[in-house]
């Protein structure tokens, strides 16, 4: 048996790992199965509101396994198995899984930014009707219920869009065309973004496509692709469930 590699004993290293990325995000993981059930009302208000969740969850119906909750052991198994595959110790850092809390915030604040910014830069004439539809039923929710949706969003669209879709992209063009890993990463980051962005609402006012609102998400997907590329799965759904949270509990409230 081929002896195994050690890990260069460096936070950026050891915050990538699945292990860790499994101690940091299984707090989450247990948030959202809790909240979804507690605080969002209706037994499939949360797959409907997560369309990454749901369509996770529209897979395994397809296998003949209808349960809501196999997206979690799944994700959890895989991690698993992934440290398992890399032969890893059983050692946990929590220097680094605080380390990975703190930089997901920082990651969170320039799509905040952006977001703030381009939001008093650009005022359409009037709000899209599904839009306001969906603004004002986020809105009514709880703020239990909204942070739960900001988890949910942040773990099963970042499983989706970039550690499975990215994965299988890199797959393709680098293992089975042989190209360089790089170009890779560059397909699966510019595909999972526009898909990212496809899957929101993107209506304008007077019907077709709002192109800022289609800018903004294909950029916000370009950002977490290179968050998902450079500093791994844990941190980039720590900062995506972060930039939510923060734009549902607070700027949603305040128009």
């Known amino acids: ?5 050690p890990i260069p004993n460096t936070y950026a290293a050891w915050s990538s790992r699945p292990l860790h990325v499994l101690a940091f995000l299984a707090p989450l993981l247990v948030l959202y199965e809790i909240g979804s059930v507690v605080f969002l009302s209706g037994p499939a208000l949360g797959a409907e509101t997560i369309g990454a969740r749901g369509i996770l969850g529209s897979f395994f119906h397809a296998f003949g396994v209808a349960s809501l909750h196999l997206p979690p052991v799944a994700l959890v198994a895989v991690l698993l198995t992934w440290h398992l595959m890399l032969r890893d110790p059983w ?6 899984l605080a380390g990975m809390a703190a930089e997901s915030l920082l990651w969170a604040v320039p799509l905040l930014v952006l977001g703030v910014a381009l939001s008093m830069r ?7 009707p599904a839009l306001i539809g969906q603004n004002a039923a986020l ?3 709880s ?3 909204r942070l739960t949706v900001s ?5 099963y669209e970042e499983l989706l869009f970039r550690l499975i879709l990215i994965g299988l992209v890199h797959f393709v063009v680098v293992d089975l065309m ?3 890993s790089n170009a890779g990463y560059v397909v699966g980051a510019m595909l999972s973004a526009v898909l990212f962005a496809l899957s929101h609402d993107l209506a304008a006012p007077g019907g077709g496509v709002d192109l800022r609102l289609l800018a ?10 290179t968050v998902f590329i450079w500093r791994g799965f844990g941190v980039v759904v720590a900062a995506h469930a972060m930039y939510d949270a923060i734009a549902l509990l607070v700027f949603l409230k305040g128009g």
């Open 1 to 5: 048996m081929a002896k195994r590699a």
């Open 91 to 96: 050692k946990l850092k929590t220097g680094v």
């Open 122 to 128: 650009s005022q359409p004439a009037a709000p899209s």
């Open 139 to 141: 809105a009514e929710l």
């Open 143 to 145: 703020w239990q219920a």
């Open 151 to 155: 988890i949910g969003a942040g773990i």
């Open 178 to 180: 042989k190209f360089h």
């Open 216 to 225: 903004f998400y294909v950029a916000a997907g370009l950002y977490f692709a």
